[in-house]
Structure formats: structure tokens, C-alpha cells
């Protein structure tokens, strides 16, 4: 037995020798280093170093977000002796709970026990509400004290009362039953809050890289993943110096996060990209044409019913599916300039990126964290803008190119006029080079009217006879500055699709400058310098002819 047993041992010795090494897992303790935003995504950066021990090793990163992109993972190293990177591989893993909050406990507490309270009110107004149901429904003759009938006089009286006390315990009632429910959302919020992790939603991933090592030796390991739940968007301000002229433009990048893990002292760059979206064009199907056929039988009643009751079921839930609007950011107000840091920009043929200076914080709470990221000063062209026919008011415009190498995103434009801010404008997507025209307010200096000078309409009197309607107008634009000013006046005439109603414009129409406004059929303009306290008068005047047995109508829209 003795000799067996010498045996098996070697056998063991030797199987063991024969067999690789099992490799090391070791846990790594990163840390989020950079963070490249786009409108519809984030690439995360995170950093550890460790102690690579010799041969084969595993590398477990834990508790990653769990909507990160698997394809998108990508690992490299610096070490001080050679290493070998295998596979990388993203697991799903639960992530552990965490114990109550006691503040959040405290403060459910006093909801709950003032819910409660409201709960009471609405029971008494509600039962005060049945009481003055009842009371309104006794014949007045029998609302007098004793035997005695109230007297016919005294009905309007007794009517009011009961409309008054009913109106006032309504609105009472409407008034505590808002504030209950108010508690129940705050409940409801701050429950949810206590039951999950912040920015986590039950389960996470684990990120399992192969590694191999010639040496022990320090490693510095880097992983790299996309990530959804953060964008950021396009803000700007434009300052206008009216007097001089001057304009500054200042970038700003709106960015907020809900990805499940915290942005803590990180270097934060923003990205045109879209990370998301497709990669390439769609492709062109065949469009065919065919026959129209007729629906189907209509259904039975108790079909259509049931149809019903299934189509409010799917928008029910649909609209439970639905995820709430975020509410949008209050507006800044106006306050006194001070210095600001500055992103650099890395513009290439396709794309712009915008590094922020510094390190940068952003919980996973989807709070927006507003950062500057550029500024340009230029001369605009100011001119005055006027729209007759919709508001007679004149609109102080500033039209500016930019010398950047990054484009112009769609967005809102913070404006401010004179040091006064003026309001909120939006902008389109301007390439490099593209002019920007952007409204900055009423100006009251000019004025601007619009009157009807004289309109006729023929009425026909036998069938078949046409219709003529004859319509002008006059525009009067005064300048009321000391000085000199370039206005822009648009109006319109109605255009036909119909070959039976045509439309002629009339020749004491003040020949417009531009015939045709933003390809827009029948928006004609008129541009002109208007030096101070001088008027400038615009006449536009239109006959349309259509069959006298028809009627016609004016819609709005169409090109």
C-alpha cells in the first residue's frame, strides 16, 4: 500500500507540472479619467495601475454600467515588461443594494404622517359637499322655520347661499386634493429613491480581460467603452453692442448624464459625432404603383367595440411606456460678465471636438452642467426687419459670418442687447462661412403701418359670369433715430394651384427688390436706407378671378 501510494503522488507531482499555471484574478480598482461626450452618447476612459505578477492573469473590473456598448471595449497597457492583452469580455452581474438613507426615511415619514392629515380635510369637505347636495335639494317653500313657508322673495337668497357655500367647499376640496397628490409624487419619489442605487437600475456588468505577462512588473491598464444615457447640446449667447457695432458669440455645451455611474474630477471633451446613428445612407427601395381597393366589410358592433377597447388599451400603455420630458433648463439671467475658461477646439474635415480646460465633475443624477467652450467678437450688419401683413412692429436684426473651423449647431441662442436681455432665439445648423441672422427685438424708433387703401368686389349676377376681387394696400416705414438706418419690409399676394382662380399683381405695386423671399412663391421684399425722421411708402396691390359660382378661400403655407 505504501508503494501505491509513493506512486500516485508522483503521478499527481508530474500532472501538475505538466498541466499550465490557472491564472490570477485580481480585482482593479479604477478610476473614470476622461470622458468624450456627443449628442447621443459618451466614450468613458478609466485608469488603474496594478502589480502584474508573472504569466497569466485576469483583470476584473466591476460594477460598470450596465447599458455600456460590449463592441465598443477596447484595453491597453504601459508596464515596465512585456504584456500580452487577450481576450475582453463584458458580464452581466447583479449589483448589490444599499441600506436606506436615513434622511430619506425622516422625510417620508413626515409626508406620510401630513398625507394623512390632507386625507382628513378631504373626507370633511367631501362630506360637507354631500350635506349641501342635500340641503339644495329641499323645496324652498319648506326651507322656513316652523310651519311657516319661506317667503317667495327669499328664494334668490337661499338659492345663492347654497351656490356660494357649494363654490367655496368645491374649491377647497380641489385645493386639498392637489396638495395630496403632490405628497403622493414626493412619495412616490422618494421611495423609489430608498428601494434602488442611484444612477443603477438593478443589475451591472463586469468587464474580464485576459492579460499574460513576461515579468512581474508595475502596469498602468486603461479600458475604454461607449456608454448611452449622456448627450450633451448646443447653447449660445450673442451680445450685442448696438451702438458700435459689435457682437460677441460665445459656445456653450449643455451636457448631463444618466449612464449609472458618477463623472468625478475627469477630463471632459464634447464631440460632434453621433455616435449612435447609422453608419451609412439608407438604401432606395422600389416604390410601386397599384389599384386602390376598398377596406373590408366593416366590422360588426361587437367587433368595433372590442377593436375600441384594445386600440385605448395600446395608447394606455403606450403612454405609460412613454418616458417624461425632462424639464427644460430655467434661462440665465443677465449678470455681470466675468472671466471664463475655454475649451480648445480640434476641428477636422468631418467633425469638431471641444476640450474643456481643467477637470470636470458630473453626477449621474441627469442634472445639466453648462460649459463654455468658445467665443468669437465680429462686426454684424444690423438692419430693421418688418413683417406688415402679420405685426406692425419693426425687428432689429444682426447678420454675421464666423471665421471658425467648427460648425454652427442647431440650438438656442441666449440674446442680449445692449447689456438687456432680449429673449431666446433659435439657430439651425450653419455650416463654416454661412451667414447667421438673428432678431434682437422690437425697435420702437421705427414704426411701421399697414393699411387697407381700397378693396372691390364685383358680386355676379347671372351663372357662369366671373368673380373679380380687387385689393391694395399701403406700408408706411418712419425712421425716428438721429441717424441713418437699412430696412427690410416683406409682404405677400395669394398665389393660385388652380388654373380656373388667377391672381394678377397690379402695377401701382411698388416694384419689390426681391420678387421672391426665401423661395417662397408670392413673399416678395422690399430693402431700403431710410435716413433719420424720413418716411418711405410701399403700395402692394393684387385682382384675383375665379367662376362666379364658386367660392374660394385663403390658406396659409405652401411653396
Known amino acids: 500500500m505504501k508503494r501505491h501510494g509513493i506512486l500516485a503522488a508522483a503521478s499527481l507531482s508530474a500532472m501538475a507540472a505538466a498541466m499550465p499555471a490557472l491564472a490570477a484574478e485580481i480585482d482593479m480598482r479604477s478610476k473614470i479619467d476622461a470622458v468624450t461626450v456627443y449628442p447621443d452618447a459618451a466614450t468613458v476612459t478609466r485608469l488603474a495601475e496594478v502589480d502584474m505578477p508573472a504569466g497569466a492573469s485576469t483583470l476584473v473590473f466591476k460594477g460598470l454600467p450596465m447599458n455600456l456598448d460590449p463592441a465598443s471595449l477596447r484595453v491597453t497597457s504601459e508596464a515596465g515588461a512585456r504584456l500580452a492583452i487577450g481576450a475582453v469580455e463584458a458580464r452581466v452581474a447583479p449589483v448589490e443594494g444599499r441600506q436606506p438613507d436615513g434622511a430619506i426615511e425622516l422625510r417620508l415619514k413626515q409626508l406620510r404622517s401630513e398625507r394623512e392629515g390632507w386625507q382628513v380635510t378631504i373626507d370633511a369637505l367631501a362630506a360637507k359637499l354631500a350635506m349641501i347636495g ?138 460632434t459625432v453621433r455616435a449612435t446613428g447609422g453608419a451609412q445612407a439608407p438604401e432606395v427601395e422600389t416604390q410601386r404603383l397599384v389599384f386602390w381597393e376598398p377596406p373590408p366589410i366593416a366590422m360588426s358592433m361587437g367587433g368595433r367595440k372590442k377593436a375600441a377597447r384594445r386600440s385605448h388599451a395600446e395608447a394606455d400603455a403606450a403612454r405609460e411606456a412613454a418616458p417624461a420630458l425632462a424639464p427644460a433648463a430655467p434661462r440665465p439671467a443677465p449678470m455681470v460678465q466675468a472671466e471664463e475658461t475655454q475649451a480648445s477646439v480640434e476641428a477636422g ?16 443624477d441627469g442634472a445639466t452642467k453648462t460649459l463654455r467652450i468658445a467665443a468669437a467678437n465680429v462686426t454684424p450688419a444690423l438692419s430693421v426687419r418688418a413683417s406688415p401683413s402679420i405685426e406692425e412692429a419693426a425687428y432689429l436684426s444682426a447678420r454675421f459670418t464666423l471665421d471658425e473651423e467648427a460648425p454652427i449647431l442647431a440650438g438656442d441662442v441666449n440674446l442680449f442687447r445692449d447689456g438687456v436681455f432680449a429673449g431666446v432665439a433659435p439657430v439651425k445648423l450653419t455650416a463654416p462661412g454661412d451667414a447667421v441672422d438673428l432678431g434682437f427685438g422690437v425697435d420702437d424708433r421705427v414704426k411701421v403701418s399697414r393699411a387697407p387703401v381700397r378693396r372691390k368686389e364685383n358680386e355676379p349676377t347671372w351663372f357662369g359670369q366671373t368673380k373679380v376681387d380687387t385689393r391694395e394696400f399701403k406700408t408706411v416705414v418712419r425712421n425716428l433715430h438721429t441717424f441713418p438706418v437699412k430696412v427690410s419690409v416683406t409682404d405677400r399676394v395669394p398665389i393660385s394651384e388652380n388654373s380656373a382662380i388667377v391672381v394678377e399683381t397690379l402695377n401701382v405695386t411698388t416694384p419689390p427688390t426681391e420678387k421672391q423671399v426665401g423661395d417662397k412663391r408670392g413673399v416678395m421684399g422690399w430693402t431700403f436706407d431710410l435716413g433719420p425722421n424720413e418716411t418711405k411708402e410701399l403700395r402692394l396691390a393684387w385682382r384675383t378671378k375665379w367662376p362666379g359660382e364658386r367660392e374660394v378661400e385663403t390658406v396659409e403655407g405652401g411653396r
Request: glycine residues 10%.
Open 134 to 271: 342635500n340641503y339644495s335639494k329641499i323645496e324652498p317653500q319648506k326651507l322656513a322655520a316652523g310651519e311657516k313657508a319661506l317667503d317667495i322673495g327669499q328664494w334668490n337668497a337661499a338659492f345663492d347661499m347654497v351656490g356660494a357655500a357649494h363654490a367655496k367647499a368645491g374649491d377647497e376640496l380641489r385645493s386639498a386634493k392637489a396638495k395630496a397628490r403632490d405628497l403622493d409624487e414626493e412619495i412616490k419619489t422618494l421611495t423609489a429613491a430608498r428601494e434602488r442605487p442611484a444612477g443603477r437600475a438593478g443589475a451591472g456588468r463586469n468587464v474580464v480581460v485576459e492579460i499574460e505577462a513576461g515579468a512581474a512588473a508595475p502596469a498602468k491598464i486603461s479600458l475604454t467603452y461607449r456608454v448611452a444615457g449622456a448627450g450633451w447640446r448646443a447653447v449660445y449667447d450673442a451680445r450685442l453692442d448696438s451702438q458700435k457695432p459689435a457682437l460677441e458669440w460665445v459656445r456653450r455645451a449643455a451636457v448631463s448624464q444618466r449612464t449609472g455611474e458618477d463623472w468625478g474630477d475627469v477630463a471632459l471633451a464634447v464631440s
Open 349 to 364: 474635415a468631418f467633425q469638431a471636438t471641444f476640450r474643456i480646460p481643467g477637470r470636470v465633475t458630473l453626477a449621474g
